[in-house]
């Protein structure tokens, strides 16, 4: 089991940076695939990007490459996410999960976000409005 702290979420104006961190409080997050997911309003919660633990392969939506960027710290059990170049579509609440490799892959968490099997954290708001 995984327990998670998040914190750097905030408003933005576009085009300008945030980086989201992503805690655990309990578990090694070097096993588990960990990701960043996505959710507004009316709409599914959307994977944003994952990393595996296992040898760090990732996988990124395509709405996100070239902007977003993801980044372990095994020294200090957590995961982060760079966000630059800021779009008034990103904003959202963000979440930090993990999801046990035995039962998924980077690519089918990123698709599928594993709402019932996965460790959620609480969720940040990230508003990118001028």
């Known amino acids: 089991q995984a327990k998670f702290v998040e914190s750097g979420g905030g408003s933005v104006q576009p085009g300008g940076s945030l980086r989201l961190s992503c805690e655990a409080s309990v578990g090694s997050l070097d096993y588990y695939i960990i990701g960043w997911f996505r959710e507004v309003p009316g709409k599914e919660r959307e994977g944003v990007v994952c990393?595996?633990?296992?040898?760090?392969?990732?996988s990124y939506a395509d709405s996100v490459k070239g902007r977003f960027t993801i980044s372990r710290d095994d020294a200090k059990n957590a995961v982060y996410l760079q966000m630059n170049s800021l779009k008034p579509e990103d904003s959202a609440v963000y979440y930090c999960a993990a999801a046990e490799p035995l039962i998924t892959t980077v690519h089918a968490m990123c698709e599928t976000p594993p709402l019932r099997t996965g460790y959620w954290g609480q969720g940040n708001q990230v508003t990118v409005s001028s």
């Open positions: 990393i595996s633990g296992f040898d760090g392969g990732t």
